[in-house]
Structures are given as C-alpha cells and as structure tokens.
C-alpha cells in the first residue's frame, strides 16, 4: 500500500525538550514538505525539499530543523526555540499532476507541549 | 492580506441542502485551483482541480473558476453527513511557465452537514 506515514499520531513533550517527527514515504515523489495548521489560519509551510540533500525554509521555518538523507524520508525536528510548538503537524509529497503539482498527505501528528 | 482568502465558517447545513464554499485570492499567476477535504484529525487529501476558468463536475461536487473575479467556488449537492469535513482551496501557477512546486492554501471552511 502506497502513501505517507507519520508517527506518532499523538505526542507530549516538556517545555525545552527538542522532539523529532517522523515521516516516511513510498510513493517515490522527489519533492516533500512539512506543514503546521492552527486552528483559523489553515496550512503554513515550515520546510521543504525538492530533492535528497537539499531543503528550503517555507514561511514559519524559525525553531524548526530538517534533514533529507534518504528520498524516503523527511524529520522534522522542533526545537526549545521555537516559542509555540503546540499544533497538528503535517507532512506530505508531491507528484507532478498536468501543470501542478498535487501534494499527498500523512495522517499528521498532533505535539502538546506542556 | 493574503493571497488567499476563505471563510473559516463553521457552516452547518441540513442534510439534502446545497453547499457553496468560496475563496478569493489576489495572485494573477494562479492557474491550478485545487479543493482538499480535511476529516477531523485527518491529512487533506485532493477532491478536485481545475485548470484556468470554468466548470468541472464530478459525482455531486462541482468546482467553478472565475478568473476575472478572482474568485473560485465548490458546490456539494444533496449534501450528506459524511460531507462533514474542512474544505481547503489550494492554488498555483502553472508549472510550464515558471510555476514551482509549492501550493498555496485558503484557511479551510469547516462543514457539518446534519441529520
């Protein structure tokens, strides 16, 4: 079966802990991304890569870190830096679709940080 | 402002009711209008996409474009409560002139269809 997987689905962490998300993918798409949604302000990209050893910062990238040494795979680490780290985190890839590029998603995972 | 706009809502039909949800956006580049749908605690995945203006139906969804407006619509007929879900727009340029690989999101509209 084909698609995303990111675990875990629900994760608690202290204040000032750094805390690694995973997320795996099988679809052999080049290009993969991390989202962070909030209620009221929809999907925000915090990074991105378009290919193995390379990423860009999208628009939230502070207090966050990413590394892509396997096409399969895309972590995302949230650091003690960054201020609100409590939210759904999504990740996905993307295949090229006629002119776009259509993103598929993983199931997300939600970080409490208390 | 942003380059997308949409209703958060929460929008609360009865079941059988006619749907419309809306973004707006300001980017002239955008060609590719997409509509996610979002269950709770769930990743979006792709309901539909249209390319430039117009229509597209698909079951009982139907996606409208209208460019010179800059305004794009998802229409749900004979709603059902397994409707109920955020709806997200999404936009971008097309890739063969210049566009990359990134979308751009609406906020979502949050959906309940009821009994």
């Known amino acids: 079966d084909g698609g995303i997987t990111q675990s875990p689905k629900y994760l608690f962490r202290k204040e000032g802990q750094n805390v690694t998300l995973s997320c795996e993918q099988n679809?052999?798409?080049?290009?993969m991304y991390w989202y962070r949604q909030d209620p009221g302000q929809g999907l925000r990209l915090i990074y991105y890569?378009?290919?193995?050893?390379?990423?860009q910062k999208g628009d939230i990238a502070e207090g966050y870190s990413v590394s892509r040494e396997k096409k399969e795979s895309f972590p995302l680490t949230v650091t003690s830096a960054q201020k609100n780290p409590t939210a759904f985190y999504l990740c996905?890839?993307?295949?090229?679709?006629?002119?776009?590029?259509?993103?598929?998603f993983g199931p997300g995972t939600r970080l409490t940080v208390t | 402002q942003k380059e997308v706009e949409q209703d958060p809502g929460p929008l609360s039909v009865p079941e059988g009711a006619i749907v419309s949800l809306n973004c707006t956006y300001s980017?002239?580049?955008?060609?590719?209008f997409m509509w996610y749908r979002q269950y709770s605690r769930k990743g979006p995945e792709l309901l539909m996409y249209?390319?430039?203006?117009g229509n597209k139906e698909d079951g009982r969804f139907t996606a409208q474009v209208d460019k010179s407006s800059k305004y794009i619509s998802l229409f749900i007929r004979d709603s059902q409560p397994s409707d109920s879900a955020t709806y997200l727009c999404?936009?971008?340029?097309?890739?063969?002139?210049?566009?990359?690989?990134?979308?751009?999101f609406g906020t979502g509209t949050q959906l309940k269809v009821e009994l």
């Open positions: 996905a890839s993307s295949m090229r679709r006629d002119g776009f590029y259509e993103q598929y």
């Open positions: 679809l052999n798409h080049d290009a």
């Open positions: 890569s378009q290919i193995v050893n390379d990423f």
């Open positions: 980017n002239s580049a955008f060609q590719y």
């Open positions: 249209t390319y430039s203006s």
């Open positions: 999404a936009m971008s340029p097309n890739i063969l002139t210049g566009g990359g690989n990134k979308l751009t």
